[in-house]
């Protein structure tokens, strides 16, 4: 179980279903146990380590070499990558931008019988008038809004995505609708796949007529994603070559990145405007 293997320790309650708990350098984590799901979020990046539906079984895929270190992206789960995806845009900002490694706060749970929500936020001195904030909707499905305000007197642009690594076999996986074009990210050219998706050593791809829902099968289990508020869905696997360059991807055969991304034109807010990003996982 994920508290074991994490070494997290429960420091309170918060609510019937939400449990603040901590590693041993600190790092606070939210833990939901509720009937429709079991999930851990870092409050660093509000980000989604696991994800358990009941019934079901674990959705993400966490590396085994993560460190789970103050300033330093977990590898798995579902990382924000805002207010860049890559590195789009702003060179004085990180790659996938700063809220991946930000600490967020918590704002609200909601517990029901049916359903669990928490909420938290970023303001970062950053973005000064811009509020993210992610509401995570547990029923018997995953709902992640990623919703950005522009409280400020001036237009704010961004890219982003919710990053999401799902657990899967890739010698037996299949992704459906993604649609045949794709931007290859490793060659910088146009390709079409018709005969359908199909992995290749590294895949790197930005889809950009893909459905709003994608199928994700290996055989055994599948998994449906729907997407919204973006303008394409990444794709992407390290291979065998470039995973032993990274030193916190601990296996590169279990898992694909199927991600709610925005990366063709930034999505561009005038005052008091606001978007959402969002991803279900069924
Ligand atoms: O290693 P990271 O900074 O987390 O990025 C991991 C990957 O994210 C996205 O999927 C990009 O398309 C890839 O080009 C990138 O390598």
Known sequence: MILEKLKLKVVKQIDNAVFEVSNAEGMVFYWIDHPKAKALIAQQGAHLVSYRPNPGEETLWLSDDSLFTKGKAIRGGVPICWPRFGNLGDD??????????????????????????????????????????????FTDNLC?????????????????????????????????????????????????????????????????????SNLISNGERSLTIHHSGNDSVVVWNPGEQLANQIDDVSDY????????????????????QSHCLQQIIS
Request: proline share 3%; with cysteine.
């Open 144 to 212: 992640l809004d990623l919703i950005t305000e522009n409280n400020s007197d001036d237009n704010f642009e961004f890219t982003g995505a919710l990053h999401s690594y799902f657990i899967t076999d890739v010698k037996k996986l299949h992704i459906g609708s993604l649609g045949a074009q794709y931007f290859d990210a490793l060659t910088q050219k146009v390709a079409v796949e018709s005969a359908g998706f199909k992995l290749s050593e590294e895949t790197d791809r930005i889809y950009l007529q893909s459905a709003d």
């Open 253 to 272: 055969r279990q898992f694909i990145c199927v991600e709610t991304a925005i990366t063709q034109s930034p999505v561009c807010l005038a005052p008091k």
């Open 92 to 137: 004085s900002l990180p790659k996938h931008g700063f809220a991946r490694t930000s600490l967020w706060s918590l704002d609200e749970t909601n517990t029901s019988e049916d359903s669990c929500s928490i909420r938290l936020s970023l303001n970062q001195s950053a973005t000064p008038g811009i509020a993210l904030t992610c509401l995570f909707t």
